[in-house]
C-alpha cells in the first residue's frame, strides 16, 4: 500500500492508475465498510484553538465523511473520482489541505481516520484507513525540535 495520503490531490493521485469502473472498497481500521457506502459531505473547516500550553492556533483542514448505510451499489473509483473533482472546483484551497475521513463502520460510531494506503487489487481498489489520535502539539514541536521535553515549548504537563 501506499502511505502519506494526506490531502485530497495525494488521495486523487493514488486513485489515478485505477481503472475507474473499478469498485471502491474501505477497510476502517480492517473494518470493511458495506459496498453500499456513499460519500455524503466534504468539507472544508478554518480551526481556531487553544493548545495545552496556551498558544493560540488557527489552520485550516478538509473532511470527507462516509456513510456506512448498507444501502445502494458499490461505489466506482470513477464516481469517487467525480466527487473529488467537482469538491476541488467548488470549495476553495480544498486540494493540498489537511485531509481527515470521518467513518460509522458498522454502526460503532462515528470516527476520525487518515488514509493509510490506497492498493488495487483483482476485487477493485481498497483504501485503507487508521484511526487518529489525539496529539499535544507541544509535545510533536519539542520532538521535531530535538529538545529534552514539551515544557521547553510550553506544555502544561
Not at 470513477?78 to 463502520?105: M, S, V, W, Y
Amino acid at each position: 500500500m501506499t502511505t502519506s495520503i494526506d490531502t485530497v490531490k495525494s488521495l486523487r493521485r493514488a486513485l489515478d492508475p485505477s481503472d475507474g469502473a473499478a469498485n471502491l472498497r474501505v477497510l476502517a481500521d480492517g473494518t470493511a465498510l458495506s459496498e453500499g457506502f456513499h460519500v455524503t459531505e466534504i468539507s472544508v473547516a478554518d480551526i481556531q484553538s487553544l493548545d495545552c500550553g496556551g498558544r493560540r492556533l488557527a489552520w485550516k483542514e478538509s473532511t470527507i465523511q462516509v456513510l456506512d448505510s448498507g444501502t445502494g451499489r458499490p461505489m466506482t473509483i470513477a464516481t469517487l473520482r467525480t466527487i473529488l473533482e467537482k469538491a476541488e472546483a467548488t470549495l476553495p484551497g480544498l486540494t493540498n489541505l489537511p485531509l481527515a475521513i470521518d467513518a460509522d463502520p458498522n454502526g460503532a460510531g462515528l470516527r476520525r481516520y487518515s488514509v493509510a494506503g490506497v492498493e488495487a487489487g483483482p476485487d477493485g481498489v481498497t483504501v485503507a484507513l487508521i484511526s487518529r489520535s489525539a496529539v499535544c502539539k507541544p509535545v510533536v514541536e519539542a520532538a521535531q525540535k530535538g529538545l529534552p521535553g514539551c515544557r521547553s515549548v510550553g506544555c502544561c504537563a
